[in-house]
């Protein structure tokens, strides 16, 4: 049976000694031999502010997913939180904050991170339908 989709959360993206940027192109890779899309479930970058290597590293990848017709569905984490995400620098990037999303009979539902006292009021939001919620929190 074909796997719907990929999930991963906490890359948190940049160059450093554990390299980062590998494992990333390792989940890139795996979804493109499934042909399946991509949730990302937060933190997927370090910190709001990224230096540009992360940035073309990120578009690059995404790039790769989209040349093969592939989503990549996230949420946001505190870590990259931020007005325009940091996603949007691909067209194939889909946020999920506070939106319903099928995969095949599944209905999976996108909350980005919530500061401290308001997770509850989105939870009692959360449709019915909802098979999966993708969320990131401390």
């Not at 993206?13 to 899309?37: C, G, H, M, W, Y």
């Not at 997913?65 to 889909?94: C, I, R």
Request: glycine share 4%.
């Amino acid at each position: 049976m074909k796997p719907l989709a990929l999930l991963c959360s906490d890359t948190h993206l940049r160059r450093d000694k554990f390299d980062t940027f590998f494992a990333f192109t390792q989940i890139i890779d795996k979804a493109i031999a499934l042909q399946i899309p991509i949730i990302g479930a937060g933190d997927l970058l370090d910190k709001q502010t990224n230096r540009a290597e992360t940035v073309v590293f990120l578009a690059e990848e995404l790039k790769r997913l989209a040349e093969e017709n592939l989503k990549f569905y996230y949420t946001q984490g505190q870590h990259e939180l931020d007005t325009v995400p940091w996603m949007q620098v691909a067209s194939n990037a889909v946020h999920m904050h506070k939106q319903l999303f099928e995969f095949g009979e599944y209905a999976a539902y996108g909350l980005d991170w919530q500061p401290f006292g308001t997770l509850q009021m989105e939870l009692e939001d959360v449709p019915t339908r909802t098979d999966l919620l993708v969320c990131h929190q401390v």
